[in-house]
């Protein structure tokens, strides 16, 4: 027992110390060896900017159009397009009806439903915003915003049947160099660009998809998906969820795409 005792101590005394690179001191909760994740297991982090209440969707085929824009102080610009959302990304945004009446603002990382014919007003500092939104595809190829500079067009979206509303999500996801999305699937049709960096789209037909800082891509409804960051930049992503009444959201898949 002394024998036992004696090894030991000297065991502990001449390991490392702690804190030296081989045995550093870890927050409280953190393991030295985290387990591996699956890789049907998401790494990065989804924010929901906003999901509206269901809504009439446009009838026949439709897409989505993501435009940026960088609207000057003191100028207001004219919503030539469908109905659908804008992120404010700097400066307070004011949207009204052309005579002046349905005022409404939304501050930075917020957003507001603007309509057809809506304005959106001046101010006194120049603004950047998104706008995103749902719309038949006779709109394809028209001025959306006027001022505006149309990012990504999703391809044509699966019909929905006459009469079915669909809940209209906006989000964010933002990923480190190595992340991912969890491998999944949606109920409805999902459309996306990027912002900053490079990912691989992959989805369950084998197709593999690169897209790079302004490009975009598009899902449809039930297709297993999953997206992983292709480069050594942070990756940030503006995503937009079209899912008809009833259905999930979004369900997690055991198995990668």
Same mark, same amino acid.
């Given at each position: 027992?002394?024998?036992?005792?004696?090894?030991?101590?000297?065991?502990?005394?001449?390991?490392?110390?702690?804190?030296?690179?081989?045995?550093?001191?870890?927050?409280?909760?953190?393991?030295?060896?985290?387990?591996?994740?699956?890789?049907?297991?998401?790494?990065?982090?989804?924010?929901?900017?906003?999901?509206? %209440?269901?809504?009439?969707?446009?009838?026949?085929?439709?897409?989505?159009?993501?435009? *940026?824009?960088? $609207?000057?102080?003191?100028?207001?610009?004219? *919503?030539?397009?469908?109905?659908?959302?804008?992120?404010?990304?700097?400066?307070?945004?004011?949207?009204?009806?052309?005579?002046?009446?349905?005022?409404?603002?939304?501050?930075?990382?917020?957003?507001?439903?603007?309509?057809?014919?809506?304005?959106?007003?001046?101010?006194?500092?120049? $603004?950047?915003?998104?706008?995103?939104?749902?719309?038949?595809? %006779?709109?394809?190829?028209?001025?959306?915003?006027?001022?505006?500079?149309?990012?990504?067009?999703?391809?044509?979206?699966?019909?929905?049947?006459?009469?079915?509303?669909?809940?209209?999500?906006?989000?964010?996801?933002?990923?480190?160099?190595?992340?991912?999305?969890?491998?999944?699937? *949606?109920?409805?049709?999902?459309?996306?660009?990027?912002?900053?960096?490079?990912?691989?789209?992959?989805?369950?037909?084998?197709?593999?998809?690169?897209?790079?800082?302004?490009?975009?891509?598009?899902?449809?409804?039930?297709?297993?998906?999953?997206?992983?960051?292709?480069?050594?930049?942070?990756?940030?992503?503006?995503?937009?969820?079209?899912?008809?009444?009833?259905?999930?959201? $979004?369900?997690?898949?055991?198995?990668?795409?």
């Amino acid at each position: 027992m002394t024998t036992v005792l004696v090894l030991a101590c000297l065991l502990a005394a001449c390991g490392p110390a702690k804190g030296t690179a081989t045995n550093p001191i870890l927050p409280s909760g953190v393991s030295p060896t985290p387990l591996e994740q699956k890789q049907t297991t998401g790494i990065g982090r989804y924010t929901k900017i906003v999901e509206t %209440d269901p809504l009439a969707a446009p009838a026949g085929v439709t897409f989505v159009s993501f435009v *940026h824009v960088t $609207q000057p102080a003191g100028i207001s610009l004219t *919503h030539d397009g469908p109905d659908g959302l804008v992120y404010a990304v700097k400066g307070r945004h004011v949207v009204s009806r052309e005579d002046g009446d349905h005022m409404r603002g939304a501050d930075e990382g917020k957003t507001l439903f603007v309509s057809h014919g809506d304005v959106h007003r001046a101010a006194a500092a120049a $603004q950047d915003w998104w706008f995103v939104g749902l719309g038949g595809i %006779d709109l394809r190829g028209t001025q959306i915003v006027s001022g505006g500079a149309l990012a990504y067009a999703s391809g044509d979206l699966a019909t929905l049947p006459p009469g079915v509303n669909v809940k209209e999500q906006l989000g964010l996801i933002e990923m480190a160099a190595g992340g991912r999305t969890s491998s999944h699937s *949606h109920g409805g049709a999902e459309a996306f660009a990027v912002l900053t960096g490079s990912v691989e789209l992959r989805t369950g037909d084998g197709a593999r998809q690169k897209v790079a800082s302004g490009g975009g891509g598009t899902i449809q409804p039930g297709v297993p998906m999953q997206i992983v960051v292709a480069g050594p930049e942070p990756v940030r992503i503006l995503t937009f969820f079209a899912t008809p009444e009833g259905r999930p959201w $979004q369900t997690n898949l055991d198995t990668v795409p």
